[in-house]
């Protein structure tokens, strides 16, 4: 693993919300960032929480954002992330973590699960 400096996705956003059962989080992925390479699809999806509640224990500060560059393969259904951050009530940068495509470990998505509707979402995309 990699630390890394950047906060997420550098070209035009497009973010698109996904229900959830959460009170406190909206979820959504980038409609921008999606590739498509034979079976494997990669975007970014964010977490964002309404009212931040969790801290980070190094830096003290409450998370508000979390957001993964996420990969999945259409074929096996199954998922891993290449990239993570989470970001600040003032948007800073408090921990970043980035993975080598080889070292990714995939496992399988869970049925009804929010993974399951990315997925399908990005699979469907042409």
Request: hydrophobic share 45%; glycine share 6%.
């Amino acid at each position: 693993m990699v630390a890394l400096s950047m906060a997420g996705p550098a070209a035009a956003e497009s973010w698109r919300a996904f229900p959830t059962a959460a009170t406190n989080a909206l979820f959504s992925v980038d409609e921008e960032s999606l590739v498509r390479e034979g079976d494997k699809v990669t975007f970014w999806e964010r977490l964002v929480f309404v009212t931040p509640f969790q801290r980070d224990e190094g830096s003290g500060k409450k998370v508000k954002e979390k957001r993964v560059h996420r990969v999945m393969n259409c074929a096996d259904k199954t998922q891993g992330h290449l990239y993570g951050s989470l970001l600040a009530e003032d948007g800073a940068l408090i921990e970043a973590i980035a993975i080598d495509a080889a070292d990714i470990k995939m496992t399988p998505v869970p049925a009804d699960t929010l993974a399951e509707q990315e997925l399908t979402w990005a699979c469907a995309a042409k």
